[in-house]
């Protein structure tokens, strides 16, 4: 049996000293005299070869305390357990808990990699939000591999028959963040995929798209003489060339001058500041130049158009204050209308007056979903919509005549 006497003789070059009393336990020489390295030697139960496992320095790790070690590794070994694969699995395991994100980490690290391709400002506030606001404090904290199918029903639960469209923009952005999480290795399926199993059918009147409220198309003449044209702020004047050019808020509230051809009378939004990816030419009407002189003139050597009075881009929130304040009328009852919803009263005064659709379709910088269609047809159709452009403009400020847009049906 191994002595204390003896163990404090080993020096480097001795022979391994066995203990005894454990089988398979010894020490080894270590880099001075005194000093050795505690080891047990067995048959692994796993893979039937043998090993040697370390069980620390001597004489940090005394004779007593190595024994006690080495006789609990024998237990795990009688077990059938190889203690080496067992540690190595446990620290396999820590590791992959430590790397595995919550809920939260997964969903915030998807809105950082991905919010630069998202045209829609509005819409990249509104990707985090909701989910901060709707699954965070439920899920938020859980590691996404332990989250199950019934943890995104009780997210869905309180909001999937009262709120229905913000739940299914919830339940979509949830299925984007796990689908990630699985690209990522740290799950093994989708769990939002079987969300619908768990919860109730949704009404057909609660699934309805929710549409942004649009002022009637009779009444922006109206509006726009007696609000917009009540003074010459850059508000006023950039919901005007909103209004008249049919383009998407974001369009215009980003809008510099090197994209305006005054000379042509065209205004050129680039691919980046498209929803549809895709450069979009714009014919301007004559009001339409007119408030860009003015703008020449306000703006001074400004690189935006419309811009803040700090020179920045305006936010969004700046039309949807005017128009709440102006408390403009809109179609849908106790809503007043958005700066999105003039395209669909231009659309709809286009539809009552007799436009080509594809006209219309293409004023408003649609995509054609038909896949053969859009292989075929490849004109923006400029110079057609510059004629109905000028005809709207007219409208919107109240000089249209019988007989504007009888030559634009089509």
Not at 266 to 288: C, E, N, Q
Request: glycine share 6%; charged share 25%.
């Amino acid at each position: 049996m191994l002595t204390e006497t003896r163990a404090k003789r080993i020096s480097p070059g001795d022979k391994p000293m066995a203990d005894g009393t454990v089988a398979g336990l010894r020490l080894l020489p270590g880099s001075g005299k005194g000093r050795g390295k505690w080891q047990l030697r067995f048959m692994s139960p796993e893979t039937g070869k043998r090993r040697d496992m370390g069980l620390g320095v001597y004489p940090d790790v005394s004779i007593l305390s190595a024994r006690e070690r080495a006789s609990e590794a024998r237990k795990r070994i009688a077990a059938g357990v190889d203690p080496i694969e067992e540690a190595r699995r446990q620290q396999d395991a820590a590791a992959y808990a430590v790397r595995v994100p919550t809920f939260e980490e997964a969903a915030r690290a998807v809105f950082e990699e991905h919010k630069a391709s998202w045209s829609n400002g509005k819409h990249v506030d509104q990707w985090i939000n909701t989910l901060t606001t709707y699954s965070f404090l439920v899920i938020g904290q859980r590691k996404v591999d332990t989250l199950k199918p019934s943890d995104f029903a009780d997210v869905l639960r309180p909001i999937w028959s009262v709120k229905a469209e913000t739940a299914r923009r919830v339940k979509q952005r949830c299925h984007a963040v796990m689908k990630w999480c699985w690209g990522r290795e740290y799950v093994q399926g989708n769990p939002v995929d079987m969300v619908d199993m768990l919860l109730p059918k949704q009404s057909a009147s609660a699934r309805v798209a929710v549409h942004h409220p649009a002022m009637p198309w009779r009444q922006v003449p109206q509006f726009v003489q007696e609000v917009v044209h009540a003074g010459e702020d850059v508000t006023r004047q950039l919901l005007e060339f909103t209004i008249l050019t049919a383009a998407r808020s974001g369009e215009t509230r980003g809008m510099t001058w090197d994209e305006v051809d005054l000379s042509a009378a065209t205004w050129i939004v680039p691919a980046h500041r498209m929803k549809t990816k895709t450069a979009h030419r714009v014919p301007l009407s004559s009001r339409a130049q007119e408030l860009l002189e003015k703008r020449r003139v306000l703006a001074k050597q400004a690189e935006l158009v419309f811009p803040s009075p700090r020179g920045k881009v305006l936010t969004d929130m700046a039309l949807t204050k005017f128009l709440r304040t102006h408390k403009a009328v809109s179609d849908v009852p106790g809503r007043v209308a958005t700066a999105h919803g003039f395209r669909s009263s231009f659309r709809d005064w286009a539809s009552e007056n007799g436009v080509a659709r594809d006209v219309a379709e293409r004023a408003l910088a649609h995509t054609i979903r038909n896949a053969v269609e859009a292989a075929y047809h490849r004109t923006d159709l400029l110079e057609q919509r510059r004629s109905v452009m000028e005809a709207w403009a007219k409208h919107v400020t109240g000089q249209a005549e019988g007989g504007d847009v009888v030559a634009l049906v089509g």
